[in-house]
């Protein structure tokens, strides 16, 4: 059986009613609105944390993040005398041997590539986690919005997930390409990204 090709497109602080094909009527999402018709729509799911970082670490690893003792996003809130309670001390990072998902895809014979925020500390990065192509610019920065970018450098992002997608099949020497489409354009809210690999291809994209 052939392995499909996997992208894995992780938003951050992406609510259930923010998306136009979850009912928000003044918010125009095209592209996602195309998958959710096409795709699977899931209506009742669940958060590991609704935080950032830990998030994260539950996606990559599987646990719940209490497990992992990295509850909130990195590196911390200081405890302040206004709290309830103290926050728990928490890991700065997912060690090593813990095994993320991109060690199962590899050894499932993919090809793994990570773009964007990390955000589950500085060391181990991707790279050292089992991702074979990684770009990645620190933690997210923030932008001012305006016609050609958003408040977190999304229309960025999504321009070098484009370039380095092309890039990781050709490096990772998934050639020969046997199609690729590439059409973008931000006024039209429009990227348009179909790539056929000789090997299969895990992609990791995260805002």
Known sequence: MNLPNIIFVLCDDLGINDLH?????????????????????????????????????????GSNPA?????????????KI??????????MNVPLDIKTFPRYFKEAGYKTGFI???????????KEHGFDH?????????TTPSETEGGKAEYELT?????NSLKLVITSHLLPILDITLRTSHTQQKTILLIKTKMPLNLYMRH
Not at 134 to 142: A, P
Request: hydrophobic letters at 30%.
């Open 21 to 61: 094909c979850y009912g928000r009527e003044d918010h125009n999402t095209p592209n996602l609105d195309a998958l959710a018709e096409q795709g699977a729509r899931f209506t009742s799911s669940y958060a590991c944390q609704a935080i950032c970082s830990a998030s994260r670490a539950g996606l990559l690893t």
């Open 67 to 79: 497990r992992l003792h990295l509850t909130t996003f990195l590196p911390g809130r200081a405890n």
């Open 134 to 142: 990684v770009y990645f610019k620190g933690n997210g920065r923030c």
């Open 82 to 91: 206004s709290q309830r309670v103290l926050h728990p001390e928490i890991m």
């Open 116 to 126: 964007g925020k990390w955000h589950v500390g500085i060391e181990p990065g991707p």
């Open 159 to 163: 321009d070098e997930t484009i370039k």
